[in-house]
């Protein structure tokens, strides 16, 4: 349950610094290169991304962004929806609104024409009414396994729609606040998969973000009472994403750990070794998405949990 052998990914049409989202997304950084260049170059390291997941024989279902209305983030679709084992799709509530637009209808249909069953529809976007936020997989990093969800509260991720989720699922909360310092002030992390990511034997953390002993230590309890080995990154590694993974797995049962290059890059040997101890690396070379996008490679995948009708 923890790992899907199938993943939904976005081909970008209009991608480009998002000025709304960079109000606290501080990994994002302007670039003065033409736009149209920048967009064929993101189409570019999407198109390698894919491939790369496919060599492996992991199933990517690629929707194409719409043109039109103009949507910079749509390569991030992990954000606005999630799926789950029962049927359920999961609607969430978006910080910016430029960011709302990436909700389409459309492309869940195109999942239940794939054969994928969709029992459920829960639209929580109305919490965008009342300035409260919880944006998919990027706020809340889950462990099906143990039924827990992990969150950083931030901007974007707030306690009482978060609590919501918990409740809809059944799954245990552990809430914390983590923090970077940008520009010599302390700052809330906007999104939790940043610094952290859950495997099914495996957890990579940045600790040292999380300032509160107590919730520090919440968080390892919640990490090691499941039997998962932790691995601790450095804040400096997780500005270079290496917070920003995910597990997958293909047809066949294999598990991978996605990460973009940068990330991969940042990693010392014995991480490296425990990581492929239990998984073999993807590592995706990503990094004009990751510089104007402020996101990285698990940013990009959307895990379909849901059944699937035999073809």
């Given at each position: 349950?923890?790992?899907?052998?199938?993943?939904?990914?976005?081909?970008?049409?209009?991608?480009?610094?998002?000025?709304?989202?960079?109000?606290?997304?501080?990994?994002q950084?302007?670039d003065?290169?033409?736009?149209?260049?920048?967009?064929?170059?993101?189409?570019?390291?999407?198109?390698?991304?894919?491939a790369?997941?496919?060599?492996?024989?992991?199933n990517?279902?690629?929707?194409g962004?719409?043109?039109?209305?103009i949507?910079?983030?749509?390569?991030?679709?992990?954000?606005w929806?999630?799926?789950?084992?029962?049927g359920?799709?999961?609607?969430?509530?978006?910080?910016?609104?430029?960011?709302?637009?990436?909700?389409?209808?459309?492309?869940?249909?195109?999942?239940?024409?794939?054969?994928y069953?969709?029992?459920?529809?829960?639209?929580?976007?109305?919490?965008?009414?009342?300035?409260?936020?919880?944006?998919?997989?990027?706020?809340?990093?889950?462990d099906?396994?143990?039924?827990?969800?992990?969150?950083?509260?931030?901007?974007?991720?707030?306690?009482?729609?978060?609590?919501?989720?918990?409740?809809?699922?059944?799954?245990?909360?552990?809430?914390?606040?983590?923090?970077?310092?940008?520009?010599?002030?302390?700052?809330?992390?906007y999104?939790?998969?940043?610094?952290?990511?859950?495997?099914?034997?495996?957890?990579?953390?940045?600790?040292?973000?999380?300032?509160?002993?107590?919730?520090?230590?919440?968080?390892?309890?919640?990490?090691?009472?499941?039997?998962?080995?932790?691995?601790?990154?450095?804040?400096?590694?997780?500005?270079s994403?290496?917070?920003?993974?995910?597990?997958?797995?293909?047809?066949?049962?294999?598990k991978?750990?996605?990460?973009?290059?940068?990330?991969?890059?940042?990693?010392?040997?014995?991480?490296?070794?425990?990581?492929?101890?239990?998984?073999?690396?993807?590592?995706?070379?990503?990094?004009?998405?990751?510089?104007?996008?402020?996101?990285?490679?698990?940013?990009m995948?959307?895990?379909?949990?849901?059944?699937?009708?035999?073809?």
């Amino acid at each position: 349950m923890q790992t899907s052998p199938n993943i939904l990914m976005v081909r970008p049409a209009n991608f480009g610094f998002n000025q709304e989202t960079a109000a606290n997304n501080f990994y994002q950084q302007e670039d003065e290169r033409a736009a149209e260049e920048i967009r064929e170059l993101a189409r570019q390291e999407f198109d390698g991304f894919v491939a790369l997941l496919k060599d492996q024989g992991v199933n990517v279902e690629v929707v194409g962004d719409t043109p039109k209305p103009i949507k910079t983030d749509a390569v991030f679709p992990n954000n606005w929806f999630s799926t789950h084992p029962d049927g359920k799709l999961i609607l969430y509530p978006m910080f910016s609104p430029n960011r709302r637009l990436e909700r389409r209808k459309d492309l869940i249909e195109l999942l239940i024409k794939k054969g994928y069953q969709i029992s459920e529809i829960l639209d929580l976007s109305f919490f965008e009414n009342d300035n409260q936020y919880l944006e998919g997989t990027g706020s809340m990093v889950m462990d099906h396994d143990s039924k827990t969800i992990f969150a950083c509260y931030s901007e974007r991720t707030h306690p009482f729609p978060l609590k919501y989720v918990g409740e809809l699922l059944g799954y245990e909360v552990v809430g914390f606040k983590a923090v970077q310092e940008i520009n010599g002030q302390l700052s809330s992390i906007y999104h939790t998969n940043v610094m952290m990511h859950v495997g099914r034997d495996l957890a990579v953390v940045c600790l040292d973000s999380i300032p509160k002993a107590s919730e520090k230590q919440g968080v390892q309890k919640a990490l090691t009472k499941t039997g998962k080995k932790v691995i601790p990154i450095t804040q400096k590694q997780k500005f270079s994403f290496a917070g920003n993974m995910l597990e997958v797995s293909n047809d066949g049962g294999e598990k991978f750990t996605v990460m973009s290059q940068t990330a991969l890059d940042s990693l010392n040997v014995g991480q490296i070794q425990l990581i492929e101890k239990y998984t073999t690396i993807i590592s995706p070379s990503i990094p004009t998405i990751e510089k104007l996008g402020g996101g990285s490679a698990r940013c990009m995948m959307a895990e379909l949990f849901l059944p699937k009708q035999k073809s």
